[in-house]
């Protein structure tokens, strides 16, 4: 069956980086486009990126542009968040996602706290 497993969360401090592994099985991850959002505490989900299946088109929300980039390994069945210049606002649960399939991960908690 379709499984996303993500790794890569924790704590770190403003203006540090994180970065997110989702390992993707179950269907054919080079076909699809994916995506990542998050959910902050007490508010709805919030759509971070996306990446086209073959990894050459990447889009963002205005929050994260030039902080955030999304890529894929397609060989590895895996796609990435690399967070960097974080601030105390993207503290939130992190998930993968597969949009075509409304499959997503677990969740991961990425907190900003000095």
């Known amino acids: 069956q379709v499984q996303l497993v993500e790794s890569g969360g924790g704590l770190v401090q403003p203006g540090g980086s994180l970065r997110l592994s989702c390992a993707a099985s179950?269907?054919?991850?080079?076909?699809?486009?994916m995506s990542w959002v998050r959910q902050a505490p007490g508010k709805g989900l919030e759509w971070v990126s996306r990446?086209?299946?073959?990894?050459?088109?990447?889009y963002y929300a205005d929050s994260v542009k030039g902080r955030f980039t999304i890529s894929r390994d397609n060989a590895k069945n895996t796609m990435y968040l690399q967070m960097n210049s974080l601030k105390p606002e993207d503290t939130a649960v992190y998930y993968c996602?597969?949009?075509?399939?409304?499959?997503r991960s677990q969740g991961t908690q990425v907190t900003v706290s000095s």
């Open positions: 996602a597969n949009p075509s399939s409304g499959a």
């Open positions: 179950g269907f054919t991850f080079s076909n699809y486009v």
């Open positions: 990446i086209s299946s073959g990894g050459a088109s990447t």
